[in-house]
C-alpha cells in the first residue's frame, strides 16, 4: 500500500485541529477576556532507506542519505495570553486587569478558579460575584446602602453610604499569577485551573510583584484578532484541500496499477 495515503490522512487531521482551533477563537471574538489559541505540529518519525554518511565507495560518504517523513502530528494547542483591548463600560464593577494577572474566584464546592473576565455583579447578599454567581476572592461585600464604588488601581474598595460624606473601605482584591499561564487548564466560561505544569498561583497586590494593576468601568475584550484568524482559516483549508488531493492522487496511482493486467 502506497505510504502517501496515510501520510497525507495525518497532514488532513492536523489541519482539521488547526480549523476546529480556529474556529473556536473566532466564535469568541466577542467574549470578554478570552484568549486566543494555536495548534502547534511537529512531523513524525521517518522511514530510513539510506543514512546519510553511509559509505558509497572505499574514499567517498553519502552527503545527505535518503529518509522519507510519515506525516505530522498536533503537539499542542497553546492558548496565548497577550493583553486585549480594553472597553469602557462605566460599570463601578467592571474591571479590567492592565498587565499581567488573574482574578480569582471560588466554585461552590471550594475550587479555586481564575478568570481574567472583570464583569463582576452583586448578589443579594450584597458579595461581588461574576455572571455565573461564583464569589470573587477575597470577598466583597457591598453595603446595601452604598452610594458610590470606587476601586482603585491597586484593588482597595471603598464605597460612600448613604448619609455620609467620606468613603470607606470595605475590602481589597487581589490578583493572581502563574509563572506559566499556558499551562492552566481551561473549564470554559473563561476560567482556568491550576495544574502542575501553570505551577502554583502566587496571589499579590495589583501593581507589584509584575502583576497589572486594574481600571475601574473597563473589561478586556477578546485578543482575537479577526484578520489574522480568517487567514489561518483560509490556509487550513487549502493545506486540508491539498493533502485531501494526495489521496485522490494515490488512489488514481493504485487504480493505474491494478489496471496494468487488463
Do not use: C, W
Not at 505530522?72 to 497553546?78: D, S, Y
Not at 496571589?203 to 468601568?217: A, E, H, I, M, S
Not at 475584550?221 to 491539498?242: C, F, K, P
Amino acid at each position: 500500500m502506497m505510504q502517501s495515503l496515510y501520510t497525507a490522512s495525518t497532514g488532513m487531521l492536523g489541519m482539521q485541529t488547526q480549523i476546529d482551533t480556529t474556529a473556536n477563537n473566532i466564535a469568541n471574538v466577542n467574549t470578554i477576556g478570552f484568549k486566543k489559541s494555536r495548534a502547534e505540529f511537529a512531523d513524525l518519525m521517518y522511514r530510513v532507506m539510506e543514512y546519510a554518511g553511509t559509505s558509497t565507495s572505499d574514499t567517498t560518504k553519502s552527503p545527505t542519505g535518503i529518509e522519507v517523513g510519515l506525516g505530522v502530528r498536533p503537539t499542542a494547542i497553546n492558548k496565548i495570553f497577550s493583553e486585549g483591548s480594553l472597553k469602557q463600560t462605566g460599570n463601578q464593577l467592571d474591571m479590567a486587569i492592565t498587565g499581567q494577572g488573574f482574578f480569582k474566584m471560588e466554585l461552590p464546592d471550594g475550587t479555586q478558579v481564575y478568570s481574567r473576565n472583570g464583569a463582576f455583579k452583586i448578589d443579594n447578599n450584597g458579595t461581588v460575584v461574576n455572571s455565573d454567581g461564583y464569589t470573587l476572592i477575597p470577598q466583597i461585600v457591598v453595603p446595601q446602602d452604598a452610594t458610590n464604588i470606587s476601586i482603585g488601581s491597586d484593588g482597595i474598595v471603598t464605597v460612600v453610604q448613604a448619609g455620609q460624606t467620606q468613603a470607606t473601605q470595605i475590602g481589597q482584591i487581589n490578583t493572581t499569577s502563574f509563572i506559566n499561564p499556558a499551562g492552566l487548564h481551561s473549564l470554559g466560561s473563561n476560567l482556568y485551573v491550576e495544574t502542575d505544569s501553570s505551577g502554583q498561583a502566587v496571589d499579590g497586590t495589583p501593581g507589584l510583584n509584575g502583576l497589572g494593576t486594574l481600571r475601574q468601568g473597563f473589561v478586556e475584550l477578546s485578543n482575537v484578532q479577526l484578520v489574522v484568524e480568517l487567514t489561518d482559516l483560509i490556509t487550513g483549508q487549502r493545506a486540508y484541500d491539498s493533502n485531501s488531493k494526495i489521496i485522490t492522487t494515490s488512489d488514481q496511482m493504485l487504480q493505474t496499477t491494478n489496471n496494468l493486467k487488463r
